[in-house]
């Protein structure tokens, strides 16, 4: 599992690339990422293209961004979800939360 992150700030975008397993694993990685967002990033794309899995607990790491940029639909894009993946998503209402494309 890795999780790449880099910083646009001409568009004060946080890019966000998550391979593997999107489980517990990564929480210190999207804690930090929580730290940096109370810090003025504006947006947060989160590219899942390559990840094959995702649990509960990342579902929950993703609504505590959300809650650090301001529980706006748009503030956070998903992207790039394979179907088995969007499949969670669509299950658990993110679709209604979060921007997913």
Known sequence: MTVEVYLDKSKNELQVKVSGRFDFSVHQDFRTLSEV??????SITI???RTEYVDS?????LLVLR???GNQQNSIKI??????VKKILTIANFDKLFTVL
């Open 37 to 42: 967002t109370a810090k003025g990033v504006g």
């Open 47 to 49: 590219d899942l293209g």
């Open 57 to 61: 607990s990342a579902l929950g790491m």
């Open 67 to 69: 809650d650090k940029v």
């Open 79 to 84: 992207i790039n979800a394979r179907p088995d």
